[in-house]
């Protein structure tokens, strides 16, 4: 008898946890509202965990100093996933159930955001992603936001610069299959591409972590195409860079948002002068925000915020603003608040959400100019 009532009560805790979300614990609880971070702080896409984490410390050290969130501080507990999407759905399952946390941050990597989406939105706990950009990632539930404009967009403004800006009409595509990001970039840049009248010569594939692209370079330099649209992540695009030079294929590589990295530069150095990526913000904008945020983020650590940064900035500023705003601190209140914001006068720009929690933002386009550094192209907005 005692036995049984004693399941019964589990029971209806565990039913009333499943309804309310484990954000009502936090919420309940007197002392730091903890909020999780799952990150690649280590593995071959590094860069992405410190350089998010660190834009979040930024935004969460001057909150706190500013007095919190309904008068507690916020305590940000960072989880290292070593760019392993099986880790990153671990790490989102231990901070939900073990931490408590009040909401998630993370991934960069989609992959890796689709991997640790399904964890927060059954528990009801509201996760941001900084800078994650496939499509399919808000579209897991609707606790699952972002902080970044999407591929449908990326990839059109990538389109737009190869076939109106470089003129170009014959490109190759060479991309990552193992990376839901990669493989839906090429896709929409493809699609926009043709559209446009270009015509895709060749498409190549490698899997992340490759280190010899010969055999696909070579089939595409037999193409003989303008450029190389080459959606991957830093390592692999050094990697390529070099290895494209050494084939004698002299035409620019073109990418997306996954190449900014100060590594990207040491691992495929002058290769890449001369090549375009699409990215969040350009530190050379002269907007005020974003020369305040970048003077700020030197002086804290002597070092130039690169986009993850200012993504992970921002994400963290629309969840303190959603927190702000809600009643309580519950998962349902901080998802309501985080569904209507609009006009969030972000570093990157004014974030916005429509009905799928996705960002209205423009990108900027960047060259890669002699000794690595990015010279400004263009700007492109939403149409
Ligand atoms: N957009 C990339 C993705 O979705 C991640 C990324 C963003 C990497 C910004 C670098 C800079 O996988």
């Known amino acids: 008898m005692r036995l049984r009532s004693t399941v019964l009560l589990l029971a209806a805790l565990v039913a009333c946890q499943k309804q309310q979300g484990s954000g009502l614990v936090g919420a309940d609880a007197k002392g730091p509202i903890v909020i999780g971070h799952v990150a690649s702080t280590t593995g071959t896409e590094a860069t992405f965990g410190t350089s998010s984490d660190r834009g979040f410390r930024i935004f969460f050290d001057e909150l706190n100093a500013k007095g919190g969130i309904k008068g507690r501080q916020i305590k940000l507990v960072t989880l290292d996933d070593q760019g392993k999407p099986e880790e990153a759905a671990t790490a989102a399952t231990r901070l939900i159930a073990s931490d408590h946390v009040t909401a998630l941050l993370g991934e960069v990597a989609s992959t890796r955001s689709l991997w640790m989406a399904p964890k927060a939105q059954m528990a009801h ?3 941001i992603s900084p800078s994650s950009t496939n499509e399919k990632v808000t579209a897991v539930g609707d606790y699952i936001f972002r902080a970044c404009f999407i591929d449908a967009f990326q990839g059109f403004v990538m389109a737009k610069f190869a076939h109106e800006t470089l003129k170009l009409s014959k490109v190759a595509i060479l991309k990552d ?7 839906g970039l090429a896709k929409v840049f493809a699609e926009q591409f043709t559209k446009m009248g270009g015509t895709i010569v060749a498409t190549e594939s490698f899997s992340q972590g490759d280190v010899d692209f010969k055999a696909q370079l070579t089939n595409i330099k037999a193409k003989s195409p303008e450029a190389i649209f080459e959606p991957g992540y830093y390592t692999d695009t050094g990697l390529i860079a070099r290895q494209a030079k050494e084939l004698g294929l002299a035409v620019p590589l073109l990418g997306g948002d996954g190449w900014d990295s100060e590594k990207l530069y040491e691992i495929g150095g002058a290769a890449l002068e ?7 913000y350009s530190v050379d904008d002269p907007s005020p925000r974003i020369q305040a945020f970048v003077a700020h983020y030197k002086q804290v650590t002597g070092l130039v915020p690169d986009s993850l940064a200012a993504q992970a900035y ?3 500023g629309m ?5 702000t705003r809600a009643p309580d601190l519950s998962g349902p209140s901080i998802r309501d608040a985080l569904a209507t914001m609009k006009n969030f006068a972000g570093v990157t720009g004014d974030i916005s959400l429509d009905a799928n929690r996705n960002p209205v933002k423009p990108a900027v386009v960047l060259k890669i100019g002699k000794g690595g550094k990015y010279e400004f192209v263009t700007r492109i907005q939403p149409e």
């Open 125 to 127: 706990v509201p996760m």
């Open 177 to 183: 299959v193992r990376n839901d990001y990669s493989v």
């Open 274 to 280: 001369g090549s375009y990526f699409s990215n969040h």
């Open 314 to 316: 921002d994400a963290a």
């Open 319 to 323: 969840l303190a603003d959603a927190m």
